[in-house]
């Protein structure tokens, strides 16, 4: 923990450890440092980066006009799967908001994380660990896979429990907006804040020509080389419905389903009852795909209720949304 945070103070890179995925963490306050997150994933320049600290308390130091739902929030729900939108402060530099004169901050539930962020005292801002497109790692060595040699160091704290990314609710906005659903359920924000809307991009890509609301919505996301069908609707129905599909493809389908398909290269992603292990599970199957010589993947979608809004979500954007309801 004392070289991670070593490193990170000398403008280095370092694989963090999270409960949600593994983060590509550098000084968030030092625009150099954060130009080589973007070079190591080849990230577009105006994706914005979360800003990781330690708690509530450092919420002044990077953000002002933080209204009282923050505090409601961090309390309730920090250290967590929840990233907040916030008015940022003139000492975040530009290349860590990607321009954004707003700036998202989360308090990541991983004990070495925590750890090291205080002995650096600096806050990490950190994407996902993956090379940019490609499905977040949920383990250190799928870090690995993607960053040897572009990064100083890796981390190690077990894999994620979380398995999807952060949550993501834009406070500066009335009533608030869910920009990305994620480890906390949509349910579970409503529940403290009252009224939160959903932006359109949680349910669809973007139409041509439309803008963002936040820029990290345009791009492409977590997908296998291969591309990738998402069926929604009843399971029994959706399992069919892929069975009819051909032989020799890859299927991403609940444990109960999974010999339905003897032909295929089959990654179960869970009990179709369980959507916390579908989230834990969810990048790994889709990764796992690349080392395959499948030249199409079809994948069963829980409902939207709960964490099954970030399930299918990541999902519906791994196949550029294409989404064929049963
Ligand atoms: P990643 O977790 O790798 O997707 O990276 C962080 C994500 O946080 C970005 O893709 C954005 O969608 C989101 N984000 C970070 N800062 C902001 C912000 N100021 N406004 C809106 N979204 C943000
Ligand atoms: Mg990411």
Sequence with gaps: MDAAAAILRAGGLVGIPTE???GLGANGLNGEAVRRIFEAKGRPQDNPLILHVPGADWLERYCRN???AAYTLASRFWPGPLTMILQRR???PNV???GLETVGVRCPNHPLTLEVIRRADIPVAAPSGNTSGR?????AQHMWEDMEGKIDAILDGGPCGVGVESTIIDLTCRPPRLLRPGGLPLEALRDALGEVDVDKAVERGLAPGEKPKAPGMKYRHYAPRAPVTVVTGDPVRSARYIRRQGRGMGVICFDEYAELFPDCVVEPIGPAGDKAEQARRVFDALRAFDATDVREIYAQCPDEGGLGLAVAN???KAAGFHVVEV
Excluded: F
């Design 20 to 22: 949600t995925v593994y």
């Design 66 to 68: 933080i209204p009282a």
């Design 90 to 92: 003139s000492n975040v």
């Design 96 to 98: 860590t908001t990607g």
């Design 135 to 139: 499905p977040s790692p949920t383990c």
């Design 314 to 316: 990541r999902l519906k």
